[in-house]
């Protein structure tokens, strides 16, 4: 069963993402995979053009472009 949910908030995602990331929850690689496209999905759609959003160690940005990454520290 998938712990990743649309329904889920960005902010509760992000948690997700970074919990996964600091090895507090191990998601499987599908499930890792499907977490940061809805990710990148939800930052083209909440986030505006150069804003950034950041968790923990995970950083969330909609670049000038368009383009949308996320990013994970050490």
């Not at 150069?50 to 472009?65: M, P, S, W």
């Amino acid at each position: 069963m998938t712990l990743i949910n649309t329904e889920l908030s960005t902010a509760e995602l992000m948690k997700m993402a970074a919990d996964n990331h600091q090895k507090i929850i191990t998601l499987s690689e599908p499930e890792r995979l499907e977490l940061i496209a809805l990710l990148k999905k939800r930052g083209a759609e909440e986030l505006e053009y150069g804003q950034e959003l950041a968790f923990e160690k995970v950083t969330l940005i909609r670049r000038v472009t368009g383009a949308v990454g996320l990013y994970f520290g050490s």
